[in-house]
């Protein structure tokens, strides 16, 4: 079942209700080396005009990250990553000053500091677990810590790293969510303020990527609202056989079928053309208000 989200900003902007309608969210790189466009928009000016773009397409959150999390891609250190959002964080905070913004990353201090300087949520691509030594043990979560103590919401994403045997993939998937649900409550997170995403294309075969689609009301049963971030990844380059800027028919239906399934935002890099395909899941899935007039034919 789909959840109604009530959160809230650290800074007191308005978020978008989940209530009516599946939110979007815009993808802003400001990566030398992100799969799909890596490099078109570190530069600052060219960050601010993609996400300008996005917003007048119709996105309701905007996603910015400095450390690519393509399969094999390069970490980066925290000065590094902060030297890279930051700038952009600012001028686009500035261009769009109410405008919801996220910052993707797993580094507590880079999520701090991105919130000090006005973004809404963090999208944490490692389920709030990085830094523990023992993800069942008591430890509290460092990102968890910094969500509660500024008040900004959290997206966990499920991300083990290298994929399990199929046998036993669906229960570990989902035991690794629920442990990440824990630890972000432990550390002080309320509720209202958790996301959840499956990280589809992270430690996951091609299989169980698609197994995750298929699945995906179970993971909204776990009682939080769900992101779905399929965008261009290499699974549907797979089964279409396409480049990454291909793959636009695979991405619709992944997202048609996610909000089918329980979505309640989708990440996306192209949110003009994704926008209709949404639209019409959603009046599918919850039917339009009022008296329609159909057309008639002779």
Known sequence: MRQVKKWTSPHGRAL???QARTLLMGIVNVTPDSF??????LAVDAAVAQATRLAADGADVL???????????????TTTEL???????????????HMPL???TYKAAVAEAAIA???D???DVRGGLHGLTERHSGERSPMGIVAARTGAPLVLMHNRGTPLNDAIFWKSFLEELQCSITHALEAGVAQRQLWLDPGFGFGKTPAQNLECLRKLSQVADLGLPVLLGTSRKSTLGLVLDAPVLERHEGNTATVVWGIANGAAMVRVHDIAAIRPAVRMADAIRAGLPGPL???TYS
């Open 293 to 295: 007039v159909c057309e």
């Open 102 to 104: 996220s910052v993707d």
């Open 63 to 77: 996603d910015l990250g400095a450390e690519s999390t393509r399969p094999g891609g390069a970490t980066v250190d």
């Open 83 to 97: 030297d890279r959002l930051l700038p952009a964080l600012r001028a686009v905070r500035e261009a769009l000053p």
């Open 36 to 41: 799909s466009d890596g490099g078109k928009f």
């Open 117 to 119: 300087e006005g973004a």
């Open 121 to 123: 949520i963090i999208n």
């Open 16 to 18: 978008p209700s989940t």
